[in-house]
């Protein structure tokens, strides 16, 4: 593997390593709706200030998420876009499989 790929293989499993925890992913899934006071994360997540610094931490340094401070307030905002169709087809491959394992049940059961 030459140098160039050997930079962009690490920086993609850096990404996919980012997008790996629920936590995580629940925070894409809320910056997909825009942006974000890290306060409202920590209203709802049963975590404590630290451990969501450093998700919000694996996710910038990944290039999935920035911020933006504003006075003492800080805001984050999705990056990376794109992230967000890989996340919708492997939710909807997931779905579909359920379905035909589903259905696989049921003709076992006729």
């Known amino acids: 593997m030459n140098p160039k790929d050997n930079i962009l293989i690490n920086e993609t499993a850096k990404v996919f390593k980012a997008i790996s925890h629920p936590t995580r992913l629940w925070i894409i899934d809320q910056l997909a709706k825009g942006e974000i006071c890290v306060c409202v994360f920590n209203e709802n997540?049963?975590?404590?200030?630290?451990?969501?610094?450093?998700?919000?931490?694996?996710l910038k340094e990944a290039g999935i998420v920035d911020f933006e401070k504003r006075g003492k307030q800080v805001f984050y905002n999705l990056k990376m876009d794109c992230i967000l169709n890989f996340i919708l087809c492997v939710r909807g491959t997931i779905k579909d499989n359920i379905v035909s394992k589903l259905n696989q049940i049921e003709k076992l059961e006729v």
């Open 45 to 58: 997540l049963d975590a404590d200030f630290s451990t969501i610094s450093k998700h919000l931490t694996v």
